[in-house]
């Protein structure tokens, strides 16, 4: 069984920062690739940041110049630096993963997510 849990929401006023992480425990053999998603209101979800094993990260237009995803493979944990927020990056972030456990299937796998709320 694996599970990702996330930490580090919150509420912070327009131009703060807020960093989210994302650790993954249980049975892991490899961690194939992990993100961040997000869910306001009445939208759907949508990916914000990706990085690979190899540790190279992806964007979303919007949060490029603004955000930094970066892991610690030691400790199975993914982190989202969230600088500059605007009003407009509040959402449910959703941690996101697939991850190889000890029988070598692999398997995406959801956190429970966390709040993020931008005050102007």
């Known amino acids: 069984q694996v599970q990702l849990v996330e930490s580090g929401g919150g509420l912070v006023q327009a131009g703060g920062s807020l960093r989210l992480s994302c650790a993954a425990s249980?049975?892991?053999?490899?961690?194939?690739?992990m993100g961040w998603y997000r869910q306001a209101p009445g939208k759907q979800r949508e990916l914000v940041a990706t990085i690979s094993s190899s540790g190279s990260p992806n964007y979303v237009d919007s949060v490029k110049g603004r955000f930094t995803i970066s892991r610690d493979n030691a400790k199975n944990t993914v982190f989202l630096q969230t600088n500059s927020l605007k009003p407009e990056d509040t959402a449910v972030y959703y941690c996101h993963a697939v991850i190889t456990n000890d029988n070598g299937v692999p398997r995406s796998y959801w956190g429970q997510g966390t709040q993020v709320t931008v005050s102007s």
């Open positions: 249980g049975s892991i053999f490899r961690i194939n690739y």
